[in-house]
């Protein structure tokens, strides 16, 4: 099951990775993946085997020091 969000703040690589590595945590996450744009909304695809809430993916996210959108 895929998920898309739409993540603000994110500028770099290490960003991007700080985002993975929260979101990969989550239970029943198998793959994130990330089409940055820097400085702007960058979509990040969430892999999983169950449906996720969006109050889980925002807190993943916020813990990673972003901000779903």
Same mark, same amino acid.
């Given at each position: 099951?895929?998920?898309?969000?739409? !993540? /603000?703040?994110?500028?770099?690589?290490?960003?991007? $990775?700080? &985002?993975?590595? #929260?979101?990969?945590?989550?239970?029943?996450?198998?793959? !994130? /993946?990330?089409?940055?744009?820097?400085?702007?909304? $960058?979509? &990040?695809?969430? #892999?999983?085997?169950?449906?996720?809430?969006?109050?889980?993916?925002?807190?993943?996210?916020?813990?990673?020091?972003?901000?779903? &959108?």
């Amino acid at each position: 099951m895929n998920t898309t969000v739409t !993540v /603000s703040g994110m500028t770099c690589g290490h960003c991007v $990775s700080s &985002v993975k590595e #929260e979101l990969a945590e989550v239970d029943g996450v198998q793959s !994130v /993946s990330v089409d940055l744009n820097a400085g702007g909304e $960058s979509p &990040v695809t969430i #892999e999983s085997t169950r449906e996720l809430s969006s109050e889980e993916i925002a807190a993943a996210v916020e813990e990673a020091g972003y901000t779903v &959108v």
